[in-house]
């Protein structure tokens, strides 16, 4: 019996000395899991953030093509507009069968607006101001109308001088900001662009490029920086809704 009992009590033993050395050669595996566990999560990031820069570019590309070609038509349209009430005039030479427009208005006007439709909301995620006033597609196309109205009453109003219609159409161009705007990044961007595009036109202009009739201001008209202030605004309206529904 004695002998039966210390046999017994040996093999309870190995038992749990066997048991106990389980945990210790489990510890080098579970070792191994965490060491190869920050590698994983990090590489599943890149991933992740690489997938996300891709997009990011698809939206942007398309985003640019969008406005580009929105205002390539815009361009076409407005400047036959003022070509044909004889307030811009083109050289004979440079003149080209589409829409009787010189050939190089549209792609400018295209580049300039994918710039600046992709400005204005960049310009808002840097301040921190998202711009949410009036935030849907027939609010941007009330806007474009009235941009297309002043641009058309440009070229249609008669005034007993130039100083009038300015007046008339700056109280206008506000008028559109303040309906579809009421932002401190779009009216400050709006005179930015109105300063930059009419001094480019006045180099333009002065180079013989192409002429406005009864100029009033430094070559040009003293309206024009008013066209230019809408249509930032219009452009800008334009690129937000289409960041916005990208986002979406």
């Keep these: 019996m004695p002998r039966l009992e210390s ?3 040996s093999c309870s033993c ?3 000395a066997r048991h106990a050395t389980r945990p210790g050669e489990a510890a080098p595996k579970a070792d191994a899991m965490q060491s190869l566990s920050p590698s994983a999560g990090r590489a599943d990031r890149e991933a992740s953030g690489g997938a996300a820069a891709t997009t990011w570019r698809q939206h942007l590309v ?4 969008v406005l580009f070609v929105v205002g390539a038509f815009m361009a076409l349209v407005l400047n036959l507009l003022q070509i044909q009430r004889n307030v811009t005039l083109f050289p004979d030479e440079v003149i080209a069968t589409l829409f009787s427009s010189a050939w190089w208005v549209p792609p400018c006007c295209g580049t300039a ?3 600046v ?3 204005y909301p960049c310009i808002d995620s840097h301040l921190g101001e998202p711009h949410k006033f009036k935030r849907e597609w ?6 474009i109308a009235v941009f297309v109205g002043i641009n058309h009453a440009s070229a249609k109003l008669d005034f007993a001088n130039n100083v009038q219609l300015s007046l008339t159409l700056a ?3 506000l008028g ?3 309906t579809f705007d009421r932002s401190r990044s779009g009216l400050g961007l709006g005179i930015t662009i109105a300063f930059v595009a009419t001094l480019i036109t006045q180099f333009l202009v002065y180079n013989g490029v192409y002429q406005y009739t009864s100029p009033d201001f430094l070559y040009i008209r003293s309206w024009l920086p008013c066209i230019f202030f809408s249509g930032g605004v219009t452009v800008g309206n334009i690129g937000r809704q289409l960041a916005m529904v990208i986002i979406v």
């Design 7 to 9: 046999g017994a009590w």
């Design 14 to 16: 190995a038992a749990r």
């Design 62 to 65: 398309q985003r640019s093509v």
């Design 113 to 115: 607006a994918a710039v």
């Design 117 to 119: 439709g992709l400005l």
């Design 138 to 143: 027939a609010s941007v196309m009330r806007c």
């Design 171 to 173: 109280a206008l161009s």
């Design 176 to 178: 559109l900001w303040w």
